[in-house]
């Protein structure tokens, strides 16, 4: 049967609108859905511990597990969203998140929630965000951090609307019905797959003639097919950004902030009963803190928008912000002091979360920036993979969370201070500016390149921008 083709017109600039907006709809539910959701989780710890009676830190490790293998994964989900698209890797993981849910209800061990929660439902979030945030970075350009903020945002509301009722639904179903439902609630993740329509930018088709080019070198240089597979393993995961210093700095700061900053979500509700306050009242404060990191992801965009001082000035601010409120935890003793903790974290975590992916864009660019998402997740999946259970041992080792607390508030800010190197700071580029590999892009004739090329039809309908 012959192949049927079709025209795609590309794009110079991101549109900064128009359906863009439904894509940062699209990022604002999912942010409901998985993040959320995640953040929200710290109520099962106690049924958890309850039920199977575990250590802190080796239950702890369920809910790190959860939020690492998610981030961790990025990188095989951005690789899969090459492949395919961000709307198929979205839709998958809706589906396969539920069946995770839906497994583990029937949980007879903490290892069995680690496999069946932590690793497979871990995985299978991991296919919905980390393609969701590529989307919004490929429709914005001069307004990226405020749609960026605006999608980020449904954070904060999954965690004020979530974690009362993830109390609620244990009460009422214990832990195995509380999972079926939610099961339910991450289908929804299918929807927001079918809102992310594919765009082609410039940028990408010149991105491509320069990786065409350097494989038909590979291929005038050698015939060894084993070279020619690593290249495109090489390729598709995109490794050559970790030798970019810049990048790697950045990731390894988000390491190091992520490992201090992940610990709240999955202590605090048991902080806040060893000190009196009672399971309903300590489930709210993720509650308060989502409020008003909602607020201050959508200031925190707006903001660094604005131009006032640059964007990795306005993140740098957002991190400290939380390290010094971890510090303080320790002098916090009635229920009225750890809300106002928890709504100064909120502030802080949603101005610095806001611009994450809008600076791993200034770093990579459009065309690399699904890369540059999934490494520096990786690195902050690794974080939360051993901050929850690192603060549970030392609460096993001490008989409080005072330790865990200061050290955790030590290490975020240690974390900020790699962001003083000067080539890293110097690297808060205009968007104008390009990386290592759009400076051989300009190598390559722009005439060669037409703005409407044929392409064979594919099983997904592109649709022409």
């Avoid at 991991?126 to 590529?134: D, E, F, G, M, N």
């Amino acid at each position: 049967m012959a192949s049927r083709s079709k025209k795609v017109q590309y794009r110079d600039q991101p549109p900064d609108g128009g359906w863009g907006w439904m894509v940062v709809f699209s990022s604002f539910l999912v942010h409901i859905v998985v993040v959320g959701s995640i953040k929200s989780f710290g109520v099962f710890y106690a049924a958890f511990r309850d039920v199977f009676d575990e250590g802190a830190g080796d239950t702890a490790f369920i809910n790190s597990t959860l939020v690492g293998m998610m981030l961790i994964c990025s990188p095989i989900a951005s690789a899969l969203s090459k492949l395919t698209s961000c709307r198929v890797m979205v839709f998958t993981g809706g589906v396969l998140a539920a069946i995770g849910f839906v497994i583990s209800s029937f949980a007879t061990s903490v290892m069995y929630l680690l496999v069946s929660l932590g690793i497979f439902t871990g995985f299978a979030m991991s296919l919905i965000y980390s393609p969701c945030l590529t989307m919004v970075g490929r429709y914005f350009d001069k307004r990226r951090a405020t749609a960026n903020g605006i999608g980020l945002s449904g954070n904060g509301v999954g965690m004020f609307a979530l974690s009362p009722l993830y109390q609620v639904l244990i009460d009422e179903f214990s832990y195995r019905g509380a999972l079926l439902i939610i099961a339910g609630i991450t289908l929804h993740g299918c929807i927001c797959g079918a809102l992310l329509r594919p765009i082609h930018l410039r940028e990408d088709q010149e991105h491509k003639a320069v990786l065409d080019q350097k494989k038909q070198n590979i291929v005038e240089n050698s015939q060894s097919s084993c070279r020619m597979t690593a290249s495109k393993v090489l390729h598709i995961f995109d490794v050559s950004l970790l030798t970019d210093v810049p990048f790697a700095l950045f990731t390894f700061s988000h390491f190091g902030t992520v490992l201090g900053y992940s610990i709240v979500f999955v202590h605090m509700a048991k902080h806040a009963q060893n000190i009196g306050v009672g399971k309903t009242e300590a489930s709210f404060l993720i509650s308060v803190m989502g409020i008003t990191e909602f607020v201050f992801r959508l200031i925190g965009g707006w903001f660094a928008d604005l131009g006032v001082i640059s964007r990795l000035h306005v993140y740098m601010i957002g991190v400290a912000g939380v390290g010094v409120c971890n510090l303080f935890v320790p002098f916090c003793s009635s229920y009225a002091s750890l809300v106002v903790y928890m709504a100064f974290y909120g502030l802080f975590s949603g101005v610095f979360h806001a611009l994450i992916t809008v600076l791993v864009r200034e770093y990579t660019g459009v065309a690399r920036l699904s890369s540059g998402i999934g490494w520096t997740f990786l690195g902050g999946g690794v974080a939360y993979l051993l901050g929850s259970p690192i603060a549970g041992w030392l609460y096993d080792a001490t008989g409080n969370y005072n330790v865990s607390f200061y050290c955790s508030g030590a290490m975020v800010l240690a974390s900020l201070s790699i962001l003083f190197f000067e080539k890293c700071a110097k690297h808060d580029r205009p968007d104008g500016d390009t990386t290592e590999d759009d400076s051989t892009t300009q190598d390559i004739s722009r005439e060669s390149i037409e703005g409407t090329v044929t392409e064979p039809m594919l099983t997904e309908r592109e649709t022409t921008v």
